[in-house]
């Protein structure tokens, strides 16, 4: 069956970095745009970023912009979002999600991974 398994989450001081990776599983990656969305404590879900099938168009929300980064490698069924320059505002759950044949403005997702936890201490 389809698995999106994210990892890398942690706790990490204002102002540094991490790395989470989604690792998809069950189906051919190539064929999905992927994107990075968060929940924060008591908050809605949010779309963090997405990229393509191919790699090569992206799109961040305003927020992250500028600070976050999305690729993937298509070889390692791999999806990443590095992210630079954390913020406490930045504390949240960080799910991947994948969307078949979609692109980066698809809004509905056809699968999920469970989370990883992000958390940015001021």
């Known amino acids: 069956q389809v698995q999106l398994v994210e990892s890398g989450g942690g706790l990490v001081q204002a102002g540094g970095s991490l790395r989470v990776s989604c690792a998809a599983s069950?189906?051919?990656?190539?064929?999905?745009?992927m994107a990075w969305f968060r929940r924060a404590p008591g908050k809605e879900r949010q779309f963090v970023a997405a990229?393509?099938?191919?790699?090569?168009?992206?799109r961040y929300a305003d927020s992250v912009k500028g600070r976050f980064t999305i690729s993937r490698d298509n070889a390692k069924n791999t999806a990443y979002l590095h992210m630079n320059s954390l913020k406490p505002e930045d504390t949240a759950v960080y799910y991947c999600?994948?969307?078949?044949?979609?692109?980066?403005?698809?809004?509905?997702?056809?699968?999920w991974g469970q989370g990883t936890q992000v958390t940015v201490s001021s």
């Open positions: 069950g189906l051919t990656f190539g064929n999905y745009a």
């Open positions: 990229i393509s099938r191919g790699g090569v168009t992206t």
């Open positions: 999600a994948g969307k078949l044949y979609g692109t980066t403005t698809a809004i509905a997702y056809d699968y």
